[in-house]
């Protein structure tokens, strides 16, 4: 009866073989194609590199100007651009500048690269169903499973650095983007792609014409959401060697400097409210031509 | 009777997994809830046989669930059928290629739907011009005649607005608008005015009556409402659960209903309005009384006889007559014919 008692597990010798054989060839494979795999990542790490350098070496007032500007022209609101402005010249004030610019940075290229790689993911899901079952089990672990387990062996693979913080950040908040692209094009009125069809249109034409502009308030959610879980990754990447604002949070945790991790909190917080509330506004003014009225 | 534009020979579909197999056992008299209960499958439509002239208004007509959307799909080929030809111009629209079919669509046979099915996102003029610029059709040339088309329907103006911005009836004239817009041949409505509201359908029908004066297509239209049905149709083709069950000229339909249920679908319609005095008539050219002519539907003629006081009438064509016409025969042919004597009868 032994066996009800105690699980019949796989040897002791045996476990550790096992897990001492995988460790091995994957160390084996990360000194083999570690540079290979650098050298593929270059042009994001230049791209970023550049991108951060670009912002530290505007002058702060036009960074200011900037940012107000592109919260007015996403939100049309004044009190939304005058917020961001007041965000930023606080933020400056309080010893942040450089860190928040890394930040920014970070944010703007992991959320390009979400949208890059992401949208056409989606619309490739939204017209297999085999493919949509074998992306979501997929975008599932990339969600759940704890941060440190894939942020091992991508330091392993890549060192500690900007790109593996990158890719930490890539893998988490690129499902969103994925799934809601997805769900958009799948939810598009099938009486106005029967129209499509009944007028000819050819799978593009219908792609580019109806279903992602029907699709698009629920793509812009999902992009909405990338940033919003990019933002939430930047104190872990900053674990592995990212500069930003996580840093500071991370050094206060370590030697508990409550006002310093209060203070870089805050401004991550800050970043997250202005760029939600801007791509929401965008995305909803995007929408305007569905509101009812007539005669408008 | 005009040439045949459109040619459907012993048309079936049949919904599920197995259709092809189903179709033997409906050829052997396999009814439609047999076929569900035992198979598992819909029977769509069964053995559809419709000659449908040019230049005329097709009108196919039943209740929900009688296959009248799913025949008209088939035409364009939005639904394959399980068996059967669809012959277009001669052409059998079945063997197409895929990029066959898409010109057949961009050219040939454009469509107007229940639930209008415009883009949200573009402006009227954009949603006129969607068949056009599907087949690249220059900016310039779209839209001037897209304008016109927009004019045409009574919606200048409104060029810039959104869907969203107008009413039901002036969002199916844009549904029109973009189906004339392609000058194709064939006209598909399916249920184009049953989401408007009685006055609207009317003014819709009106305006559809009108166009079709001047410019004469092949119109396939699909209602669930007999007086459309009657208004508009020049043929009309009655299905009922997949099957043809009577076709005919409206006069043809009223006076000779073919069973029990086209007779209950037309035992509340007024007749007086919709017969025609030609349908009545004798032919003894002869006698006193007004002139009416034989198109002249008999409650006008009836007002004629009465005014002019006269118990008979001369009914010409062209001009000219062709025969005679009783107020007894009237009042006989208006008189609602006996009910269903074959006891209660539902249909779904």
Known sequence: MSILDEFPAMGRQDLRDLKKGIDGSFREFSRGYGEAIENFFDPVLRALVWFEKLLLATPWPLII???????????????????????????????????TMSTVALISVATILCIVIGIPIGIMMSRSNRLQAMITPILDVMQTIPIFVYLLPVVMLLGIGKVPGLIAVLVYAMPPVVRL????????????????????????QKLFDVQIPLALPNIFAGVNQTIMMALAMVVIASMIGVKGLGNPVLQSIQNQYLTLGLMNGMAIVALAIIFDRVSQQYGKRLQKHREGGHGV | MSKTKVSIKNLYKIFGPQAERMVEKVKG???????????????GLKDVNLDIPQREMQVIMGLSGSGKSTLI?????????????MIVDGEDVLGMSEEQLREFRRRKASMVFQKFALLPHRTIMDNVAYGLKIRNTPVEEARERCQRWIDRVGLGGFENHY????????????????????????????????????????????????LQEELHKTVIFITHDLDEALRIGDNICILRDGEVVQKGSPQQII???????????????????????GSVMNGKIASKGPEVDRSMAVEEAMQAMSKADSKTAVVTENGKAVGAVTLDQMIAAIARPAAGNKGDKTYR
Do not use: C
């Open chain 2, 163 to 210: 869907p969203a911005q107008l009413s039901g009836g002036m969002q199916q004239r844009v549904g029109l608008a973009r189906a004339l817009a392609t000058d194709a041949e064939i006209l598909l409505m399916d249920e184009a005015f049953s989401a408007l509201d009685p006055l609207i359908r009317t003014d819709m029908q009106n305006v559809l009556l009108d």
């Open chain 2, 255 to 277: 006076l000779k209903p073919a069973d029990d249920y086209v007779s209950d679908f037309i035992k509340d319609i007024n007749r007086a309005r919709v017969l025609e005095v």
């Open chain 2, 73 to 85: 799909r088939h035409v364009n080929r939005l639904i394959e059928p399980t068996a059967g030809e």
């Open chain 1, 65 to 99: 100007l900037i940012v107000a500007g592109l919260a007015y022209l996403g939100s049309r609101s004044w009190k939304l651009a005058l917020g961001a402005a007041v965000s930023f010249i606080l933020i400056g004030y309080f010893g942040m500048w450089e860190d």
């Open chain 2, 29 to 43: 008299g396999m009814s439609k809830t047999e076929l569900l209960e035992k198979h598992g499958h819909v029977l």
């Open chain 1, 181 to 204: 692209t997805n769900l958009g094009i799948r939810l598009v009125d099938a009486e106005i792609l029967e129209a499509a069809d009944a007028f000819g249109a050819n799978p593009r």
